[in-house]
Antibody, heavy 116, light 107 residues
Framework: EVQLVESGGDLVQPGGSLRLSCTAS????????MSWFRQAPGKGLEWVAN????????HYVDSVKGRFTISRDNAKNSLHLQLNSLRVEDTAIYYC?????????WGQGILVIVSS | DIQMTQSPSSLSASVGDRVTITCQAS??????LNWYQQKPGKAPKLLIH???NLETGVPSRFSGSGSGTDFTFTISSLQSDDFATYYC?????????FGPGTKVDIK
């Protein structure tokens, strides 16, 4: 059974940093693109970033470029999202998901709150 | 960036009703479109990929059609479990973009 479990969410002040993790199981992690999405409270879905299976290629939404970094550790079946220079508008539930085009499997989501 | 619009933004319907949601892309995305269902407090669920392909295990009352810039999502006979928000999403280009969602609630 495919499972994705996010961790690392917290309350952080504007300008602060946070590292989210997503631990994968039930499939060969190193064979798949992985993605991060987010959803601000009461708002719609937003794609944030994704990363190629070998980590050699990443893509980001413009609003996080230069502030967020997606990475992966295939030996540990884990995906990460480093969030720097956080803004109030980054407050959201962050989801990891498997795939680049068809995101069939999603984690349960982790809440990041950016507030002073 | 490719802009996705959806119509309507919300609708009220009864069990057994036929429900149709439209999605329009700001440029040709071929058939590179997904439809997701999301219930409150839950992660999105992929229902249809490549505009018209039903995900394994998804009931056949759900269907999708379209290509290019205009797409349609249909629930042929609404069930109580279908009350949720539905999103279209394009994967033709980066950044991946979603429509604003259509909330389907009980009449």
């Amino acid at each position: 059974e495919v499972q994705l479990v996010e961790s690392g969410g917290d309350l952080v002040q504007p300008g602060g940093s946070l590292r989210l993790s997503c631990t994968a199981s039930g499939f060969t992690f190193s064979n798949y693109w992985m993605s991060w999405f987010r959803q601000a409270p009461g708002k719609g879905l937003e794609w944030v970033a994704n990363i190629k299976p070998d980590g050699s290629e990443q893509h980001y939404v413009d609003s996080v470029k230069g502030r967020f970094t997606i990475s992966r550790d295939n030996a540990k079946n884990s995906l990460h999202l480093q969030l720097n220079s956080l803004r109030v508008e980054d407050t959201a539930i962050y989801y990891c998901a498997r795939g680049v085009n068809h995101n069939r499997y999603w984690g349960q989501g982790i809440l990041v709150i950016v507030s002073s | 960036d490719i802009q996705m619009t959806q119509s309507p933004s919300s609708l009220s319907a009864s069990v057994g009703d036929r429900v149709t949601i439209t999605c329009q892309a700001s440029q040709d995305i071929r058939n590179h479109l997904n439809w997701y269902q999301q219930k409150p407090g839950k992660a999105p669920k992929l229902l249809i990929h490549d505009a018209s392909n039903l995900e394994t295990g998804v009931p056949s009352r759900f269907s999708g059609s379209g290509s290019g810039t205009d797409f349609t999502f249909t629930i042929s006979s609404l069930q109580s479990d279908d009350f949720a928000t539905y999103y279209c999403q394009q994967f033709d280009n980066f950044p991946r973009t979603f429509g604003p969602g259509t909330k389907v609630d009980i009449k």
